[in-house]
């Protein structure tokens, strides 16, 4: 232990950095050693075992990357579909698809005279009209976005196409396929209203959207308003009345009093919808030469225009509702209804600007919304 401590001591150490520290260094690890074995065991044990952990750590953690590998693609993949549905939800217009599903269901129902007529079979009726018609509105919205990629570019670049999201190809395989699904299913259901509403409208689709001699009639204002007016006020309407009352009811063809007022309704809404998409889009119509209203008569005057008609729509609601051989609380709801969805439609105007596009955007999004909620209200006027 004396010579331990003597080793230890400050005197040899700086003794060990002259002549004679070779030797020194060699003493004191030799010292060290045979004076504390137990540390030295217990060093070389510890460097022993953080070698073997260090090994089993490497071939536990290969495992590991493998399953978070897995993990990390299957999160991929899962994005990638969300990703996808999100862009196709974009490229269908959804506000329309919805707004043409409500009006389908509504005009097949102003059919159904009592209420003992609601039956399963009718369910199965208002299916068959509304799944063709998806198809329908979106080969009409594809198709017009396929020949309108230059025009969206300006007016609509957060579209798919436009956008670069989906390509040429996909969008006219997208459109391709509506069409023969739509009557495809028009066919397997057999009812005649139903398959020549579904032949006419693609037709006439087809003729404002494609850029061929004769056809494009969306660069003419008449033609467009006209063939948007024509579709939404007559021709859906009446082939969905009909396949309700005479295909699936199997009654003989005879207008209800609702069916007529729910045609008032649209003689009105339908042509202030056709006069308002085109609002937002002055820029790029005038631009590639599309004549619309809109850009012939400017914003303000087409955006009062089309509240005009949007008004005279719930007001021919409202006095059929209050003037109807309904129960008297079906005419409070049709006529508080309406007057609380042109009230709405009223206020709204004050926050529109005529020349921004995102706002009168919103504006023609909200009076689809606003005809969604009155199609609720049309089938109680009796």
């Known amino acids: ?156 670049p957060y579209l798919p196409l436009a956008a670069g999201k989906l390509s040429f190809r996909t969008c006219a395989f997208i459109v391709a396929l509506s069409a023969i699904l739509g009557l495809g299913f028009n066919l397997m259901i057999g009812s005649p209203p139903l398959i020549w509403n579904f032949v006419l409208c693609v037709a006439l689709w087809t003729c404002y959207s494609v850029n061929l001699p004769f056809l494009r009639w969306k660069q003419y204002p008449v033609m467009a308003s006209l063939l948007i007016f024509v579709c939404g006020t007559f021709i859906n309407p009446i082939a969905y009345f009909l396949h309700m009352q005479t295909f699936v009811l199997k009654r003989p063809l005879v207008f209800t009093r609702s069916f007529i007022v729910f045609l008032l309704f649209m003689s009105f809404y339908s042509p202030g919808i056709a006069l308002a998409k085109d609002i937002p889009d002055v820029e ?66 004050k926050y529109v600007d005529v020349t921004n596009p995102a706002s009168t955007r919103s504006f023609y999004s909200l009076n689809w919304k606003l005809m969604m909620a009155s199609y609720v209200l049309l089938p109680l006027i009796r």
Not at 19 to 26: D, H, L, N, V
Not at 46 to 68: D, F, G, L
Not at 78 to 96: E, G, H, M, R, T
């Open 1 to 156: 232990m004396a010579m331990a401590h003597l080793i230890s001591s400050p005197n040899i150490s700086s003794f060990s950095n002259g002549y004679g520290g070779s030797k020194a260094s060699k003493h004191n690890i030799k010292a060290q050693i045979q004076y504390n074995p137990l540390r030295f065991q217990l060093s070389s044990f510890n460097h022993h075992y953080k070698s073997i952990q260090h090994c089993a750590v490497k071939a536990v953690t290969v495992p590991s990357t493998e399953s978070e590998s897995e993990a990390s693609n299957s999160n991929n993949i899962v994005d990638s579909v969300k990703n996808l549905i999100a862009v196709l939800y974009q490229f269908i217009y959804p506000y329309a698809l919805y707004g043409q599903a409500t009006a389908t269901i509504a005009a097949s129902l102003t059919a159904v005279e009592k209420l003992s007529d609601i039956s399963p079979l009718v369910f199965i009726g208002l299916l068959q009209a509304v799944l063709p018609h998806s198809f329908m509105v979106l080969y009409a919205n594809g198709v017009n976005q396929v020949f309108d990629f230059e025009i969206d570019k300006i007016n609509k």
């Open 284 to 349: 790029g119509d005038i631009k590639h030469g599309v004549d619309s209203f809109a850009a012939r008569l400017g914003h303000k005057n087409v955006f009062w225009i089309c509240v005009f008609l949007f008004e005279m729509a719930f007001g021919v609601a409202f006095v059929a509702g209050a003037s109807s051989s309904s129960p008297f609380w079906i005419k409070i709801v049709t006529c508080l209804g309406n007057v609380v969805l042109g009230s709405i439609l009223w206020y709204q105007t």
